[in-house]
């Protein structure tokens, strides 16, 4: 079965600061989606990767999947309080295995200090 | 914008009841999913369903059973709740014909088991 590891678990960081998120798949990913979870509530979608060497941004947010699609990063550029929060990454373990459930990463915890 | 609704943020039951969590997705979603969350386990699922009446098992599904007799409700129910069923419990959905496979959560129900 497909396993996700994220690094690092837990993050502080100064506002202002960049910070990387990474996210390592034990099988091909099939598809690789980034959630952000403020803490005690539910997950928010944040982004979706598919195809290997792809980027995308969401304001100061940008998530990259490389060739092999095996591993995913994230990357905040100039921190803010607003980013704190439990990033999480799922992985579609693919048509055959799937039935479109989603495997998630242990998330990483980051904090934002003024 | 999708919309997943659990009935309760939080809840604190007795070891024995019987407990219900509702689920309410308002985009026609045909596939539901529960998970619970704990520190250091991640999102684990306990079941889910991809069409009325039909439901599979998750990774943990003992001691839980699910209802979904409508398209846009699904019920997670403890038959006898216990106190390792402390948790934190999140509720999804997804488009089942939508190759991108995005799932949508609910806010969360932290339901604490005495």
């Known amino acids: 079965s497909q396993e996700l590891e994220q690094s690092p678990q837990s993050l502080i960081v100064q506002e202002g600061k960049n910070l990387t998120i990474n996210c390592t798949s034990s099988?091909?990913?099939?598809?690789l989606y980034w959630y952000k979870q403020k803490y005690g509530e539910g997950l928010i979608f944040l982004m979706m990767?598919?195809?290997?060497?792809e980027e995308k941004s969401h304001e100061k947010i940008t998530a990259k999947l490389d060739e092999k699609k095996q591993q995913s990063s994230l990357h905040i550029t100039a921190s803010q309080p607003s980013h704190a929060g439990i990033y999480l990454c799922?992985?579609?373990?693919?048509?055959?295995?799937?039935?479109?459930?989603?495997?998630f990463g242990q998330g990483t915890r980051l904090t934002i200090n003024p | 914008d999708v919309k997943v609704t659990q009935s309760s943020r939080y809840l604190v039951k007795r070891t024995g009841e019987k407990v219900f969590l509702e689920c309410v997705q308002d985009?026609?979603?045909?596939?539901m999913f529960w998970y619970r969350q704990d520190p250091g386990l991640g999102l684990r699922l306990i079941y889910f369903?991809?069409?009325?009446?039909?439901?599979e098992k998750g990774d943990i599904p003992e001691g839980y059973s699910v209802s979904r007799e409508k398209k846009e409700r699904f019920s997670l129910i403890l038959e006898s709740a216990s106190t390792n069923q402390t948790s934190m419990y999140l509720c999804?959905?997804?488009?089942?014909?939508?190759?991108?496979?995005?799932?949508?959560f609910g806010a969360g129900t932290r339901l604490s088991v005495l």
């Open positions: 999804a959905s997804s488009l089942r014909t939508d190759k991108k496979n995005i799932q949508y």
């Open positions: 099988k091909t990913l099939y598809g």
């Open positions: 990767l598919q195809k290997g060497g």
């Open positions: 799922g992985a579609d373990p693919g048509p055959i295995q799937g039935a479109q459930k989603l495997v």
């Open positions: 985009m026609d979603h045909e596939n």
């Open positions: 369903s991809y069409d009325v009446k039909m439901k």
